[in-house]
């Protein structure tokens, strides 16, 4: 069992388990955290969780491990792992069966004081433009190759049928299209899970959030942002709906055998992988993909909806209502890329798991917007709470894994949560606090209670004192719509 | 059981295969699935490959899900053998009326099939 002074503190915000401290382990773990945030995480499972991820063949640098964490299935929940392509395993379970959960960031020039009479209607309008909720369906039923397009092609499928702009795709991570997506890695069973669910937020703890810009910290990155304070933003929760949870179940399921077949011991069956230059290694990748490419056409559908839903209650009654992109970020994902490892440049797989890339200012791949500022890093807090606008630095390249936090991290689980708070309670003291909330069901709403998760605050002193994230700006919610 | 991530269910049965029908019941009262048996309901029929007890616990948990994700029926009545292609399941689905809380995918995190003196215990955790 690990303890406290297990940990070599390396600084306020930093702490160590050597790679000695097990005898399976590869590399060593590092923990962004304080030390009430890791006496937080000694918990529950999440810090043997991270040992567990540090014993993964081909497993370089060290195993990252957010303030954010908890407990997740085999890996944990605000983790970092990068594999060598050479040598080195992919791991479903490292990844998440929500592939490319994420979150997009939309801004406005709509002041607080013109909105405020119309925040009500906008709740109801955004319920009604952006399905949610249990067996929810999009408006279209997609054919196979309609489903194989979205495979392949993701955010630019959405711009071919009229849903997108190119500053849309511009502001979205790879464009919102990974390469290498490969249909024929898809089972039968995900693409029918797949068909009608496009343009649907879903359940759990997804949303949709219209929040008011409350603090700037970085003038200069708000402006290349479009962040104003006093106007009004929109944040988008949401992933891969079914189409990502069954593909992750197939081949957490396949790999059960794969890994015999490969002679690979593991502590945890749920850390199940391949081989990254095996056929069944890049078999998931490309299938996981297709997940990856369908959130992002989902996130961007969703985006398209929620702007009927402005334009319904506020033209003719405010100037410019227009959301404009500022961008969208996975948080569950295994990405190919290039890191500096014990002094050499290595082509790895970075499995983030609950943690979102965080590229600092001048890195390929970030739009000509933010390549003086760094990647958007987008980190919503509970329901209630503010939630956070961060840029990613050169110094999370090389502490982190070019990694960040994704949010505020469970404490609770969720009948300790709707043990403890009453649903139609917890909707009283929001709307006492001035937020709309539409919300499928009070149980619903009682387990993604704030008491249920960390303090966002905290989370994100961690990581812009730790040197990997800087602050931005500071959103406050008016409307939540919960799926 | 408490779980900081999702759901967990332990759960105890006198054999294997009551095993799964326990497991299924389980998985159905957690989410409050109301199903409706106005109608005969739909045949259903699936094999299962049988590997170790908790993996095919968890392949037989998330073909049920499938079933209620895609045509929105929950599976009841079930008659379980055993083949030599893997386990025959047979069951009847019905149209779901209605769910509370949806589960999104049976994990493997902490699964355990342990058999004891006098009954068989699972622990299996959701993903919702």
Known sequence: MVKLNDFTRVSDYEWELPADFRSDMRVAVKFFATRHLLEDALGDLSIEQAINAATLPGVAGKVMVMPDVHQGYGFPIGGVAATRFSD????????????????????????????????????????????????????????????????????????????????????????????????????????????????????GNHFIEVDLVEQIFDSQAAQAMGLSVGCLSLMIHCGSRGFGHQICTDYVQDFQSVVKRYGIHLPDRELVCAPLDSPEGMRYLAAMRC????????????????????????????KDWYLNQVYDIAHNMGKEEIHLIDGKETRVCVHRKGATRAFGPGEKGLPDAYSQIGQPVLVPGSMGTSSWVLTGTEASMERSLGSCCHGAGRVMSRSQAKRSVRGEELRRELRQAGIWVQAGSNAGLAEEAPQAYKDVDQVVQVVSGAGIARKVARLRPLVVVKG | MSHTADWAVKIWAMDYFDLLRIAAEAMYSLQMVEIDRREPGIPIEFLVQDEDEEITLVGFLSELLYHQDTHFIALDNFIIEMQQAGIRVCAVGFPIIRIEKEIKAVTYSGLKVQHLPQEIEAIVVFDV
């Not at chain 1, 080195?88 to 929500?98: E, Q």
């Not at chain 1, 119309?118 to 909720?133: E, M, R």
Request: net charge positive; with cysteine.
């Open chain 1, 291 to 318: 997940a990856a490419n369908y959130a992002f056409a989902n996130r961007q559908l969703l985006a398209h909806q929620a702007r009927k839903a402005f334009e319904a209650v506020f033209a003719g009654k405010i």
């Open chain 1, 88 to 203: 080195g395993v992919i791991s479903p379970g490292a990844i998440g069966y929500d592939i490319n959960c994420g979150v997009r960031l939309m801004s406005s020039r709509i002041r607080l004081e013109e909105s405020e009479p119309f925040l009500d209607k906008l709740s109801i309008a955004l319920d009604h433009y952006c399905p949610s909720g249990v067996g929810t369906k999009g408006t279209k039923k997609l054919s196979q190759k309609e489903l194989e397009d979205v495979c392949e092609q993701g955010s630019a499928w959405t711009r071919k049928a009229g849903a997108a702009t190119e500053m849309d795709l511009l502001r979205t991570e790879e464009m919102g299209q990974l390469k290498g997506a490969n249909p024929a890695a898809v089972s039968n069973r995900a693409f029918e899970r797949a068909k009608d669910q496009l343009g649907t937020l879903g359940s």
